[in-house]
């Protein structure tokens, strides 16, 4: 007999599971799946019902980044066959946003590569949100690297809703995977975007070669971060990354880890990040069970669902996509 439902119970009292709870979720045999995945769906179901917000990105600079984090493949120990080029021109950063409402997005999230943003960039960042804001309504969350407080609070100033940054593991796997910054730069950028006054994203990349003890690390930091939403990405290994032959996961694996991350952050919005497609399959549907949230239109240097797609699976689940305005702006 399984505990998953006590698990729920816990989660529904803002209790957290203890370290073992969680390796019994992460261990759980596949034949108990449906069992998890309704348990971690009562959890879901009370605080947001069966809404799904959506989410739009658009890689605002591409490449050359001085890092080595070892999945990325626009990181400089990658050689992966990418686009790469410069900061977009704002007319096409707000045509992204144009683009993100008519796919019925809740928010738009302006993405660059690069250790930390330069001043240009983020004046032209934030020229280019200004105008957005003026014509589209749509949250905008940024993810621009490592911060300083005066660069966060020019965003916030220029209409910046969240900021975007990722822990990606636990502190005790981060040196594996990145050694040009640390665990700590990443929990400074998000103190930083903190004390400006905007909303938090952060989650993490399952998959890398952790084990469970570095996923359920991460789900416990997060916990102390207390973010605004979580992305929850999967590895979609790229050729030409440190990274490209770790390519083990499985749906009910992934599934797992959902609905890990819906005991450990009951209230928090949780979204299926980059690596949906390819790791989940045939299964997406079921990763709305522990997760709220979904990206449309591809990732940054991946492909992925276009929007009438994802629309499609919402309405076959039975549930709906939540947005703050009525009538999306369309597309020239």
Same mark, same amino acid.
């Given at each position: 007999?399984?505990? =998953? &439902?006590? =698990?729920?119970? @816990? #989660?529904? &009292?803002?209790?957290?599971?203890t370290r073992d709870e969680c390796l019994s979720v992460l261990q759980s045999p596949d034949d108990h799946l449906l069992d998890l995945l309704h348990a971690a769906f009562r959890v879901r179901s009370r605080? =947001? $019902? @069966?809404?799904?917000?959506? &989410? !739009?990105l658009q890689n605002a600079k591409s490449g050359a980044c001085q890092e080595d984090c070892h999945y990325c493949s626009q990181s400089a120990v990658s050689t992966a066959p990418i686009e790469r080029y410069n900061l977009l021109p704002q007319k096409q950063m707000i045509e992204g946003a144009r683009q993100a409402a008519a796919s019925k997005a809740q928010r738009y999230c302006i993405v660059i590569s690069g250790r930390s943003p330069l001043d240009r960039e983020i004046d032209e960042i934030a020229g280019a949100v200004r105008a957005i804001k003026q014509e589209v309504p749509i949250q %905008?969350?940024?993810?621009? +690297?490592?911060?300083?407080? +005066? &660069?966060?609070? *020019?965003?916030? #100033?220029? $209409?910046? /809703? *969240?900021?975007?940054?990722?822990?990606?593991?636990?502190?005790a796997f981060h040196g594996s995977i990145c050694t040009t910054h640390t665990f700590q730069d990443r929990l400074a950028t998000i103190q930083n975007a903190r004390t400006a006054g905007l909303e938090i994203c952060s989650g993490g990349i399952v998959g890398m070669g952790e084990q469970d003890e570095d996923l359920i690390d991460l789900a416990m #930091?997060? *916990?102390e971060v207390k973010p605004d939403s979580i992305p929850l990405n999967t590895l979609h290994p790229a050729a030409g990354t440190p990274l490209e032959q770790c390519d083990h996961l499985t749906p009910q694996r992934c599934l797992k880890v959902l609905c890990l991350f819906r005991f450990l952050h009951p209230r928090t919005e949780l979204r299926v990040a980059g690596g949906r497609e390819h790791n989940l399959r045939s299964l997406q549907p079921l990763a709305l069970y522990p997760a709220d949230s979904l990206f449309v239109n591809g990732y940054l240097t991946t492909p $992925? #669902?276009?929007?009438?797609?994802?629309?499609? !699976? %919402?309405? /076959?689940? +039975? =549930?709906? %996509?939540?947005?703050?305005?009525q009538q999306p702006v369309t597309t020239s």
């Open positions: 007999m399984t505990d =998953f &439902q006590r =698990f729920a119970d @816990k #989660a529904l &009292q803002d209790e957290s599971l605080y =947001f $019902g @069966k809404t799904v917000h959506l &989410q !739009m %905008i969350c940024c993810s621009l +690297g490592l911060m300083n407080e +005066g &660069q966060a609070k *020019r965003l916030k #100033a220029a $209409g910046v /809703d *969240r900021v975007n940054h990722n822990l990606n593991t636990g502190e #930091a997060l *916990r $992925g #669902a276009p929007a009438p797609e994802v629309w499609g !699976m %919402i309405k /076959d689940l +039975g =549930f709906t %996509i939540e947005v703050d305005y």
